[in-house]
């Protein structure tokens, strides 16, 4: 079976790329744009600056190392492109995201914030074009859920809501492993944008955050709070304005 080639200059990109691959198991061949890639090398994974360097028609590029090889399995498979691509989000403060395609696990990895996740399932889609994408939520953390959902809502995506009450696993990547259960369970479609409404336990909790984040110099007001908690400022952004308007 032909393997895949790593092939940059860039190291940050080389240690991040070989860190997935490493952490898949998987077969590769560290090369060098000195020497010819050799016959057993079916794809190679590179960056879109090198790109043009590289002597083989098969070549990924991605910013997402995960999904670059994913990306570069499914060419030595032989097709790019998936019939049914589901993709499963376990919601939180960083939320996880896993994508299958087909009934294969093809890439797994945690969302920066809840908006973050309409762009990873952008790259995903890119990298796996499909004829069908649904796309799953956890029905729990009730308004990073809804702030995701509507997100994903005023994409367009085709979304359902999934009980993850048997999706919590005692591993070192729980909320990934939580996020390829909900992408494998079916749930309920809702019919329009979901209310955000943070609760008074969310609201003290963030006010907490922002008194170690200033090292106890101050306390957002609840009405920053609620700003941060429904994704309108970060917290950091809620600090500054609270030493405008003074502690």
Same mark, same amino acid.
């Given at each position: /079976?032909?393997? *895949? ?11 991040? /790329? ?5 952490? #898949? ?5 560290? &090369? ?24 083989? @028609? ?6 997402? =190392? !995960? ?5 570069? &399995?499914?060419?030595?498979?032989? @097709? ?14 960083? =939320? ?17 914030? =809840? ?14 074009? +499909? ?9 729990? !953390? ?5 702030? *995701?959902?509507? #997100?994903?809502? !005023? ?14 696993? @005692?591993?070192?990547?729980? @909320? ?7 992408? /494998?369970?079916? %749930? ?10 943070? +609760? !008074? %336990?969310? &609201? ?6 922002? #008194?170690?984040? $200033? ?27 609270? +030493? $405008?308007?003074?502690?």
């Amino acid at each position: /079976m032909k393997r *895949i080639g790593l092939l940059t200059e860039d190291p940050r990109t080389y240690f991040e /790329m070989l860190e997935v691959l490493r952490e #898949r198991g998987l077969e590769y061949v560290s &090369l060098d744009f000195d020497d010819a890639v050799p016959a057993h090398v079916g794809v190679v994974i590179s960056t879109e600056r090198e790109k043009a360097r590289v002597s083989l @028609d098969d070549v990924v590029t991605d910013p997402d =190392p !995960d999904v670059a090889v994913s990306k570069a &399995l499914k060419l030595l498979s032989g @097709d790019a492109s998936v019939e049914s691509l589901c993709i499963g989000v376990d919601p939180g403060h960083r =939320p996880g995201v896993a994508a299958i395609g087909d009934g294969a696990v093809l890439t797994r990895t945690i969302a920066p914030s =809840p908006e973050g996740v309409s762009e990873i399932i952008d790259r995903i889609v890119k990298a796996y074009p +499909c004829t069908n994408l649904l796309v799953r939520i956890g029905n729990g !953390d009730r308004t990073n859920r809804n702030r *995701i959902f509507n #997100r994903l809502w !005023d994409r367009g995506h085709r979304l359902e809501i999934v009980d993850e009450s048997n999706t919590t696993t @005692d591993s070192e990547t729980p @909320d990934e492993d939580a996020a390829v259960e909900i992408a /494998m369970t079916p %749930g309920y479609r809702p019919v329009k944008k979901q209310k955000i409404q943070p +609760c !008074d %336990g969310e &609201l003290r909790n963030i006010q907490r955050l922002s #008194r170690l984040e $200033s090292n106890g110099r101050l306390t957002v007001s609840k009405g920053l709070a609620a700003r941060v908690a429904v994704g309108e400022i970060s917290l950091n952004e809620a600090i500054d304005l609270q +030493c $405008s308007n003074g502690k």
